[in-house]
């Protein structure tokens, strides 16, 4: 790695003694001897195996569940289903005001994705509980599913999610998040040449080599001890205590290095249920999801579906852009409509454009509901933004690094999101990717600089 | 064979943060009567080096060697709120919480050690190695070891310090959408260069030349191991990854590793980093969060570059062997047709 | 449930244990030897977080149940330094930042490990090899792939 | 329930006590205690030989004899068998290639199996305890309706000449990753032709099938560019590829003469 010091050196002074030092990490030697405690490097007597018997179909109503011959099976400690648990009815985000609650922690009357958590099965050991599970009878009766972003928002599809009773999520301003800046219609009525191209994506896993999961235990003094991977200890701490119905003081989430990340350890799936396990059986009880699980039930990143309309002009300056966006949020909420919501700000990307009109959706699915993955709202469309901007540069016939410099966006310049550029630096990349990457541009590019508009 | 090479080039932006809720992260500092300092926060460890960070910071701010710094994190009973580790938030909300609480305990601690050399506390400076001397005049000192003894045993004194940053939240505007939905941005700028078999439509990404500007190093091998490690999923999302390949048909999804496609070690781009600083006024050090955002310009840039190299664009992630040969297919039906 | 007798060297101490019948050897060693170095990272034999050395041999501890090791020589990341003197690789996978959230190391390390006891002077292409069935997440296998070579290197120099 | 394990010295021993409902073989576990990691419950009962005839490899001119406990590893240290490296080297990583055995690979559904392809190439033929010999090809049509008891002992073959043995697997991801497809070839040639051929497929059915149209279409003609194209389209014959998270059936399909083409032109 090249420490490019020669940029913005005026803006930096360099004179510190820790900041700036390549240290070692303070964690590095566990890690090399095995020794970094884990949340599941620890045992417990009387530790009981948490199994979850998932919906095997996309959308059904249940008609019934019949958990009296999992009871029976030798080594089961317990069975607990929905109506085990306090305030069953949730969404993770009401913690900062965002509803409705459209999920339930175990399945009530209906699921609405193929893995769905129903019932939870309690036993001695994992066989146990994997052969109690399969005791388990939930009789369904199959309903319609609704598996793309195009079939949900046709006008007769079936609703997906009755907690929203249409199948977007419904924001102050509407269908979607919207963002209005200048006059996008008058833009392209000045456009030289239009563009509009579509991009999509499938869900993608986080993948971390340590797999969700938590370990409770019940303490002498009525309280409760988590050990957990989450991202975000107090976000579960507060989604647990509303849905246990729990003062917060009960519970105790306790971290320590987490075997990855990226964005799939910020839901509330797992520990709620396995503290309620540790509460109704008195014994310590251990939640972690089966590396299939982790592929397939934990939150994806969403699949998405971008729509962007260009106006250009020979010279290169983008004009107008327009942009829909689609995003799958799968059955529930979860993150997903502030994922959408942060989409749109992200929207045109790092260039000035003065008409800008965009529209991100929150789309409701019987699949997989989607969450948080690192670049969470932006990723999939940076992939659509520079591949159109690619697009854009060939179609006048421009070299695509100075199709670039033309339309970046620069200090004190007005976002379509109506927020002054500050601290940009996106040409300064540009250029140094020139040098690096042997990419030359024109001299006048080289010239540019991100703090004024003169060159 | 039928190789094709092209390349393409990408440049992003990442917002810091998520202020679309409020952002709040709070920090406690302390010393122990011999001069350690703890820093105690609940926010969480992924990976990415937090915990070296935030003794980094901490120590910088108090003027102490990182050695002495042990950071206690990711328990609810001990540490004050974070909202999570998430949003590329991290070292700048945390990174801010603990400067704003070491800046509060370094001026308890100059303060007692002001009393143990009679002299006024902001005469005071601290030498980086354990020492706190009179500025100009480095014989008049006090260890940092004596004046938290001091300070514990004879002054009645809590060298401590509580930080908080907040990002109060943001309302988007119903009809413009004018919002503030993070605070500072990291840029980045990628070229990729491929090769394309359009026999077979497999694609080599054979290098990638990444650019980041990420406001400051803090700890320049950590970002580069985390821009590495970036890339190279940035690459992998391109081509590989997908929990369900024949989307929006949900069979077929991969149950583990053999069939959650990731590039292997035998399938690396040469990978080179160039880091740029321009400091963000309200980041830690004028840090920025770029651990989202070293993960998305190799995306499109890898796209492009198969562009250039074959003409075909795939407009779908990821962007499978399967895609590019029936887009290839595609291509020479139109040239014949 | 049946309880079965297992008895090995564990990282030169010898160890018995009863275990259920069926369980394997990293359950037996992280629950019932307290040895975690080993981690579950998918209990499928496709991650290698697991990966530990059994007579000598580079296993999947997920994979090999714990009654197939009686009398067996079992060696794991944690019994690698020698002290407080680290293995080469140790040193190597600290000095080149080769770890980031470290769930995957100590079976990365197992895996160069045995490439090393075999090929003191491997190639990038073996060490792409010996660690081909560990997969990581956070590095993207260069620092890693660095850092074997780096060891591979150490051990050259200090032998010369 | 539980799991129980029984282990038996030999191989005739262990045979017996498959015969009991809810018994399955262990070969090295890659595939069983996978079965039993994942809450498997179809057996409980796992039954396995330390049989060292079963771990043995003989090559002498009458023929090849790699016993079902052989595993990758060890072919891949007999230098006798260096012509079967690259099928055992592309079997999983390191230390699974320690544990999977021939016997087991035997029975690795698609896209999995890359070793058995190279048997099939090879014309091998499967032993199996109490019942002998049968041809491999013959063994993987039959080898769900064999029943549990069905214990694999070795596999016999006879050895390629020099040079004349083809191994190619393609995968997503390097140096191991599950195959789009895998080709094992026998071809041999006298005075610029192909005299005699045996081509066999991975990935092309749910498991490895021999490509016996792309064989006749092979033999008399040069190996030229020109040559091996009957082959190549007689290689799509009665094939029925999978679709699975690796790749389409449409894509295995499409792929499968470009990549045979450079298999046999190499």
């Given amino acids: 790695m090249k420490l490019s010091k020669n940029y913005f050196a005026d803006e930096r002074t360099d004179d510190f003694t820790e900041i700036g030092q390549p240290r070692p990490r303070s964690d590095i030697r566990g890690h090399v001897t095995g020794r970094t405690a884990y949340f599941a490097d620890r045992t417990f007597p009387g530790l009981l195996h948490l199994k979850m018997v998932r919906s095997p179909h996309h959308h059904a109503r249940i008609r019934g569940i019949d958990t009296s011959e999992a009871e029976k099976h030798p080594g089961v400690a317990r069975i607990i289903t929905a109506k085990d648990v306090p305030q069953n009815l949730y969404t993770i985000l009401i913690l900062i005001h965002v509803g409705p609650e459209d999920e339930h922690v175990l399945a009530e009357d209906k699921v609405r994705w193929k893995g769905e958590a129903v019932v939870a099965v309690l036993a001695e050991t994992a066989r146990a509980a994997e052969e109690a599970a399969a005791k388990v009878k939930v009789d369904y009766e199959v309903l319609p599913a609704v598996l793309s972003i195009e079939d949900a928002l046709k006008p007769d599809a079936p609703i997906v999610n009755e907690h929203h009773g249409r199948n977007y999520y419904l924001y102050d301003s509407g269908e979607c998040r919207k963002v209005r800046f200048g006059d996008v219609e008058k833009g392209f009525a000045q456009a030289d040449h239009i563009l509009e191209e579509s991009y999509s994506s499938g869900p993608i896993e986080h993948a971390p080599l340590e797999t969700s999961g938590c370990i409770v235990t019940p303490e002498a003094n009525g309280r409760f001890t988590c050990y957990t991977n989450t991202q975000a200890m107090f976000f579960t701490l507060d989604n647990a205590s509303i849905i246990l119905q729990m003062p917060g003081h009960k519970l105790h989430m306790v971290g320590g290095t987490v075997g990855g990340g990226f964005g799939g350890k910020v839901d509330v799936t797992i520990e709620p249920v396995a503290i309620l396990a540790a509460k109704l059986t008195g014994r310590p009880v251990s939640f972690i999801y089966s590396r299939e699980e982790e592929m397939q039930v934990s939150s994806p990143r969403a699949a998405e579906r971008i729509v962007i309309k260009d106006g250009v002009m020979k010279d290169g300056r983008i004009v107008a852009r327009q942009v829909t966006a689609y995003i799958d949020a799968g059955a529930y909420s979860r993150h997903s409509p502030y994922g959408a919501q942060k989409s749109a700000a992200h929207f045109p990307g790092p260039y000035t454009i003065s008409n800008v009109a965009i529209d991100s959706y929150c789309v409701y699915t019987n699949r997989t509901p989607s969450s948080a993955m690192r670049g969470f709202g932006v990723t999939i469309g940076d992939f659509a933004l520079e591949v159109q901007t690619d697009k854009l540069a060939r179609l006048i016939g421009m070299d695509p690094l100075e199709f670039r410099f033309i339309n970046a966006y620069r200090d004190g310049d007005m976002k379509a999101h109506r927020q002054p550029t500050e601290g940009a630096a996106l040409i300064e990349c540009m250029q140094e990717a020139s040098v690096i990457a042997g990419w030359p541009v024109s001299e006048r590019f080289m010239k540019m600089s991100s703090r004024t508009r003169e060159g | 064979m039928a190789v094709k090479r092209g390349r393409g080039v990408a440049a992003v932006n990442y917002p810091t943060g998520m202020n679309l809720g409020g952002d709040p992260t709070q920090a406690l500092v302390h010393s122990t009567p011999t001069g350690s300092f703890m820093v105690t926060l609940s926010s969480v ?25 042990t950071v206690d994190t990711a328990d609810t009973d001990t540490g004050p709120h974070c909202m999570g580790t998430f949003a590329s938030r991290g070292t700048h909300r945390a990174g801010n919480a603990v400067i704003q609480a070491a800046r509060e305990a370094r001026q308890v601690m100059l303060e007692v050690a ?78 990729a260069e491929v090769e394309v078999d359009e026999e077979t439509g497999e694609v080599v990404v054979l290098s990638v030349k990444n650019v980041f500007e990420i406001g400051r190093a803090l700890n320049p091998k950590m970002v580069e191991q985390q821009l590495i490690g970036g890339s190279w999923m940035g690459i992998s999302h391109a081509l590989y990854e997908t929990t369900e390949p024949y989307y929006p048909d949900r069979e077929h999804g991969a149950r583990d590793y053999n069939e959650y496609l990731m590039p292997g070690p035998g399938d690396l781009a040469e990978t080179e980093i160039a880091v740029l600083e321009r400091p963000s006024g309200d980041g830690p050090f004028g840090a920025k969060g770029p651990g989202e955002m070293c993960a998305n310009p190799q995306i499109p840039a890898v796209a492009n570059a198969i562009f250039d190299a074959v003409g075909v664009r795939v407009d779908t992630l990821p962007i499978t062997p399967e895609r590019v040969l029936r887009a290839l297919r595609q291509r020479d039906a139109g040239a014949t047709a | 449930m049946a309880k079965i007798s297992v008895q090995f060297t564990l990282n030169g101490s010898e160890r018995a244990e009863f275990v259920e019948s069926g369980t394997t050897l990293l359950a037996a060693l992280r629950d019932k030897m307290d040895d975690t170095s080993p981690k579950g990272g998918c209990h499928q034999g496709a991650c290698g977080a697991c990966t530990v050395m059994i007579d000598g041999e580079l296993r999947l501890s997920c994979l090999t149940l714990a009654e197939t090791c009686n009398g067996a020589q079992i060696r794991t990341t944690a019994g690698l330094a020698n002290g407080e003197v680290l293995h080469p690789l140790q040193r190597a996978f600290e000095d080149a930042f080769a770890a980031q959230c470290g769930f995957c190391t100590p079976g990365m390390i197992m895996a160069a490990a045995a490439l090393l006891e075999r090929n003191p002077n491997p190639d990038r292409a073996d060490v792409v090899e010996a660690i081909s069935g560990n997969v990581c997440r956070c590095t993207g296998y260069e620092p890693i792939i660095q850092a074997v070579l780096l060891a591979a290197r150490a051990n050259s120099t200090s032998a010369a | 329930m539980g799991i129980s394990l029984q282990t038996f010295s030999t191989a005739s021993e262990a045979q017996a006590a498959l015969g009991v409902s809810g018994a399955r073989y262990m070969g090295g576990g890659t595939l069983v205690v996978r079965a039993v990691n994942e809450g498997d419950l179809l057996f409980s009962t796992i039954v396995r030989t330390t049989d060292p005839a079963l771990s043995a490899i003989g090559t002498s001119d009458a023929g090849v004899r790699i016993g079902a406990s052989v595993t990758m590893s060890m072919v891949l240290a007999h230098p006798g068998l260096s012509y079967l490296a690259p099928a055992a080297r592309a079997v999983g990583g390191p230390a699974v290639r320690n544990m999977a055995t021939v016997g087991g690979n035997l029975f690795a559904p698609a896209p999995y199996g890359d070793f058995t392809v190279a048997l ?19 063994f993987l049509q039959e080898r769900d309706s064999l029943g549990a008891s069905a214990l694999v002992t070795s596999v016999t073959f006879a050895a390629p000449t020099p040079d004349s043995f083809r191994f190619l697997k393609v995968s997503r991801v390097h140096p191991k990753g599950a195959a789009v497809l895998t080709i094992a070839a026998d071809i041999r040639e006298e005075a610029g032709s192909v005299v005699q051929a045996r081509i066999a497929l991975g990935c092309m059915a749910d498991r490895a099938i021999r490509a016996h149209a792309a064989e006749v279409a092979l033999v008399g003609r040069p190996r030229t560019k020109e040559g091996i194209a009957p082959a190549l389209t007689a290689a799509l014959e009665g094939i029925a590829p999978p679709t699975d998270a690796i790749a389409s059936a449409w894509y295995r399909r499409e792929v499968l003469p470009v990549h045979l083409g450079r298999l046999l032109l190499s």
């Fill in chain 4, 120 to 138: 099939l190439a090879l014309d091998a033929k499967v032993s199996i305890s109490g019942s002998g010999e049968m041809a491999l090809e013959a």
């Fill in chain 2, 114 to 191: 002001a009393e143990e050399l009679e002299v006024n506390a902001s005469d005071l400076d601290t030498d980086g190695s354990g020492n706190i001397h009179v500025k100009g005049a480095p014989s008049r000192s006090i260890s940092i070891f004596d004046t938290a003894l001091a300070a514990h045993f004879k002054h009645g004194r809590s060298i401590s310090g509580r930080g908080m940053f907040l990002v109060p939240r943001s309302y988007p505007e119903t009809e413009t959408g004018a919002m503030k939905p993070s605070t500072c941005y990291a840029h980045a700028c990628t070229v």
């Fill in chain 2, 45 to 69: 460890d992924l990976g990415q080096g937090l915990k070296q960070i935030m003794a980094q910071i901490c120590a910088e701010t108090i003027g102490v060697p990182t050695e002495s710094v």
